[in-house]
């Protein structure tokens, strides 16, 4: 029997396995990343207990009704309930009663303490949001800087071929007598040094992905694999961009200036709420109360029955409370000038976030500017290192430059090659920054 067709058999499995391996994107990793991160989930109960407490400041409109019930056993000189005179004996009592109170005025503070509580939760939705951006930006970071490497390590790999056959050459011109021996000790040493940057920037290109795993909560064991393409920048040009139509946009939907605004709202309904204290309160209250007693007792001496008592030990009573603050040591002023405190506090911060996002977008823009400029001018270098390089390699397969010319000459143009790509990348980053901040979907945050 042969072994043909479990070969075939066997290979197809493994192309196909290696077909269905998912490539991840950007927008996969940040998904990813929000959907496992604990900071992002311990923001989220933040905002459900927020919920709650909007919850339950809506419910406190309501009646407060409360029941209540004891068990008494008297011992020594106390008062008979039945004839009011003190007797020197023991006995045991129930009591029973149910009593409602409503609230009818006091001052508006509930009704602000309920505004003040929607605001609250509203700002821990956008403390939500605004940690799922941040998370996402440390994610492309991560990303990208696993792209740097990843060109590092291919251009280190270019280097690395380029100087395996310029050792193959001399090897081969030693051998005929056309070179000396020392060359070929040179030409070995370049190689080794290439072969040494290789292992090194490859260990930069794992601590990379390590970075990238851990902003991810990455746990599995199973090696993901990153979308190669990048997108190219587009529209770089910073002339296209207007920073106060920028900050406009971005003062109206960034999560952490909404998320202050929201604040100073409640900050303002919570003074308002505190100002309720120095005003008089009115509420309606009704109750309904019974008792039992072991020394009441019939004419003929009799223990009247438990339901009996029950019924007949009945009594209700319906009223309203009027509270009227009159002095109670300044503290309720004192109160309302403390809240009032938090709210300049809260306004000024609200003031410090708009500052810091427009100082954000204007350091944005120039650092376009400055990135574009230098990515021109890097393209250039790298076509020049590139040249220059070309020069040198057909000088020295001449006999015209020795090796250390050569290798100067290849360092040139790998780190020309490095640093146009460090500032490719960089100036993708900040293209999507500014992107991100003109209301561009950039991160699929939900």
Sequence with gaps: MTLKPYIFFFALMIS????????????????????????????????????????????????????????????????????NDFVNTEFFRNNYSLGANLDVFRGFQKI?????????????????????????????????????????????????????????????????GMMA???????????????????????LLANAKLVLFQEMNYTENEEITLQTAIESVGDAN?????????????????????????????????????????????AFIAGIGTSYFETNVDADGNLIPFSTQIKDNTSKFIGAEVSIPISLGWSNRSQVKQQKIAYLQAKNNLEIQEQELFQLLQQLVQTQRALVAEYEQS?????????????????????????????????????????NLQVGLRLKINKSTIDFYNGLPIFNIN
């Design 16 to 83: 196909t396995a290696a077909l269905s391996q998912k490539t991840w994107t950007l927008d996969d990793c940040v998904a990813y990343a929000i959907a496992h991160n604990l900071q992002v989930k311990n923001t989220s109960y933040t905002e459900d207990s927020n919920q709650e407490s909007y919850r339950q400041s809506v419910r406190n409109l309501l009646p407060s009704v409360t029941g209540y019930s004891d068990y008494r056993i008297q011992f020594g000189r106390s008062e008979d309930p039945n004839t």
């Design 112 to 176: 602000n303490a309920i505004k003040a509580s929607k605001f609250i939760y509203k700002a821990a939705q956008e403390d939500v949001t605004q940690e799922k951006f941040l998370l996402a930006f440390r994610v492309m970071s991560a990303f990208y800087d696993i792209k740097f490497f990843e060109g590092v390590v291919a251009n280190s790999l270019e280097q690395q071929e380029i100087s395996q056959s310029n050792y193959d050459l001399v090897q081969k011109q030693v051998e005929l």
């Design 181 to 203: 021996g020392a060359d070929l000790y040179e030409a070995e040493s370049n190689l080794l040094g290439d072969k040494l940057l290789v292992t090194q920037n490859q260990n």
């Design 238 to 282: 910073p002339e296209n961009v207007s920073l106060d139509s920028l900050y406009q946009t971005a003062r109206g939907f960034v999560p952490l200036v909404k998320s202050q605004e929201f604040r100073l709202k409640a900050a303002k309904k919570q003074l308002q709420s505190t100002r309720g204290n120095l005003y008089p309160s009115l």
């Design 379 to 419: 393209n250039k270098r790298v076509q020049a290192q590139e040249l220059a390089f070309t020069i040198a390699q057909k000088r020295y397969e001449k006999g015209l430059i020795n090796a250390l010319d050569l290798f100067q000459a290849k360092n040139l143009y790998g780190v020309a090659q490095n640093e």
